[in-house]
């Protein structure tokens, strides 16, 4: 069946450092793919979304590529910032399917001042 | 606006009791989305339904679960006789349409301890 794999975490950053999270997916057809953002106590947040391949998903400095070719969605951003900290999940939705979301098991991202 | 709420945020049930879990979806939002997400791990598909409607259930487990759309008020999950395992945070999400174009809204989950 689909699945999607993220790096484990936690992954621990000093403030203004170079982030890379990264997320392979196994999926028949073309699947969306997706980033979540789950602050503390909170529920989660779509942070970006990419439809097709090759697509560039970007939201608040944070950027993720479709690339069928590595089957990979790897999350980035060029300076993190304390306030980034949380858990990230990779997810995908079937292709011809609805809003039913298959979810990587997510990382945990520390920000140090 | 709202978004999607969700009560109670924590619950606390004792083994054998049942659990009711209530997720009210953004105003206009007909889909509703149910996950359990056990500890240190991600978000498992649990059930999709339209109003009055299951759609899809097959994250479901077979025994003790259940979950309702009904045309007037909150869609109900429902956990009888819950066990130790069932601790859980369970959320929900809502969308206007099935349309992957749409963006599914998420709750702040509800959080279940079986003691």
């Known amino acids: 069946g689909d699945s999607v794999t993220q790096m484990e975490g936690p992954v621990t950053l000093s403030e203004e450092a170079f982030l890379t999270i990264n997320c392979t997916y196994t999926a028949t057809g073309y699947p969306s793919l997706f980033w979540y953002v789950q602050y503390p106590g909170e529920g989660l947040q779509l942070l970006l979304k990419a439809t097709k391949a090759d697509d560039k998903g970007s939201n608040k400095g944070f950027e993720a590529t479709y690339r069928k070719e590595t089957t990979s969605f790897h999350l980035e951003k060029g300076s993190v910032q304390v306030s980034d900290s949380a858990v990230y999940f990779c997810a995908l939705t079937p292709s011809g399917g609805y809003n039913k979301l298959i979810f990587g098991a997510g990382t945990r991202l520390a920000v140090h001042p | 606006n709202a978004g999607v709420m969700q009560n109670p945020r924590h619950l606390v049930r004792r083994r054998g009791q049942e659990a009711r879990l209530r997720c009210s979806p953004v105003k206009g939002h007909s889909h509703v989305y149910w996950y359990r997400q056990l500890p240190e791990e991600g978000l498992k598909f649990m059930v999709y339904l339209q109003k009055e409607n299951i759609i899809d259930e097959s994250g479901m487990p077979k025994e003790r679960f259940s979950a309702e759309f009904p045309k007037e008020g909150p869609s109900i999950l429902r956990i009888q006789q819950v066990v130790r395992g069932d601790s859980a945070a369970y959320f929900c999400?809502?969308?206007?349409?099935?349309?992957?174009?749409?963006?599914?809204?998420f709750g702040q989950g509800t959080r279940l301890t079986v003691v």
């Open positions: 999400a809502s969308s206007p349409t099935d349309s992957l174009n749409t963006e599914a809204f």
